[in-house]
């Protein structure tokens, strides 16, 4: 037997072999439709058209993207394509358009393209016919009567008279407090305000000092730095001459200006300047010595302290007096002469 009349039938059935599964799939059906949801239909009503697409399995669908204006239509929205699959082993992918219409009459939708592959490379286009929609008017033929134009649109009314009292009542409670809690403030202030004078204040924290017995246990330095610091600010009050800035040798120019008896300054300069000593060397005093520092001041202060003048004391001493046109000058009433 003659070789080419073996092999022509070989590849006749393979060929078969090759193009039946081609066929087989051909044979399954690919539809896109165009569905209409039921009703009536107004003049701007959403209409949500279904777009579906039967395929085998396997395939995929690409949804055309409508323009806004979608001939006499105008597309809102497309939801994303859904796939499912059906009892006899085919799918089904559909795709919701929204969709209106803004004039009364008889309309088609236009015929939409829809792209298919089968996975193996193959790419084919399948034709969604149109569909009518019938879009009602909102308007009874023969109705020629006319109405009033519809008022503009009111929000919901708003009682705002609770909020306005709750306001007003939270910000009466807030004044109140805020001017209990100032008159307290007030009050404890006015409690701290110290009353005492110069020279008491001044004999006060002397006694303080010296309560704190801080000699007794080596504290030289503390001991004479507070003692030396009491009187600086007792002689700035006392005379109105600025101490606790300037330096030892400031303070005695600034005593010649005010007037003060030249021994008590000399005392106020020794108490400094052994206290200077103390503080600023390594020099260290008798226990004895730094209570007698103490006693110094105390010294000092009592010499200062002002005294009321005769004028002070006389209007001080005075007892009030009632004045009048009819008042002598002891305060009784002058007699009246009564002439027949």
């Keep these: 037997m003659d070789r080419k009349t073996i092999l022509i039938p070989l590849l006749l059935l393979l060929a078969l072999v090759m193009v039946g599964p081609v066929a087989a799939q051909s044979t399954e059906p690919i539809e896109a439709v165009l569905l209409v949801p039921d009703g009536e239909f107004t003049v701007g009503d959403p209409i949500e058209l279904t777009l579906t697409v039967s395929h085998p399995a396997g395939y995929q669908v690409i949804m055309p993207e409508l323009a806004a204006e979608w001939g006499d239509f105008v597309v809102q929205s497309q939801s994303p394509p859904m796939t499912v699959e059906q009892e006899d082993g085919t799918e089904i992918t559909s795709q919701v358009i929204d969709a209106r219409v803004f004039a009364p009459g008889a309309f088609e939708t236009p015929p939409l393209t829809v792209t298919i592959t089968d996975g193996m490379g193959q790419v084919s286009e399948i034709l969604a016919p149109s569909v009518p929609v019938n879009i009602a008017s909102v308007l009874v033929e023969g109705d020629t009567e006319l109405r009033d134009i519809k008022p503009q649109a009111e929000l919901p009314y708003l009682n705002l008279l609770p909020r306005i009292v709750a306001g007003l009542v939270i910000a009466i409670v807030a004044a109140t407090t805020y001017l209990i809690l100032r008159r307290r403030r007030n009050r404890r202030m006015e409690g701290a305000i110290d009353n005492r004078l110069p020279h008491e204040v001044a004999l006060d924290e002397l ?3 010296e309560g704190l017995m801080l000699p007794n246990s080596g504290r030289f330095k503390q001991h004479y730095s507070l003692v030396s610091d009491c009187m600086r600010i007792y002689m700035e009050k006392r005379f109105d001459v600025p101490m606790m800035e300037r330096t030892t040798a400031e303070i005695q120019a600034g005593l010649k200006e005010v007037n003060l008896n030249p021994s008590i300054a000399g005392q106020y300069m020794s108490l400094l300047d052994i206290s200077d000593l103390v503080k600023f060397s390594k020099y260290t005093p008798e226990v004895a010595s730094a209570y007698g520092l103490v006693t110094s001041a105390r010294q000092i202060v009592q010499a200062t302290i002002p005294t009321a003048t005769n004028d002070e ?3 001080a ?17 002058r007699r009246k002469e009564v002439r027949a």
């Design 207 to 209: 006694d303080r000092v």
């Design 313 to 315: 004391i006389e209007v």
């Design 317 to 333: 001493s005075k007892p009030d007096v009632p004045a009048g046109p009819n008042m002598s000058a002891n305060g009784s009433h």
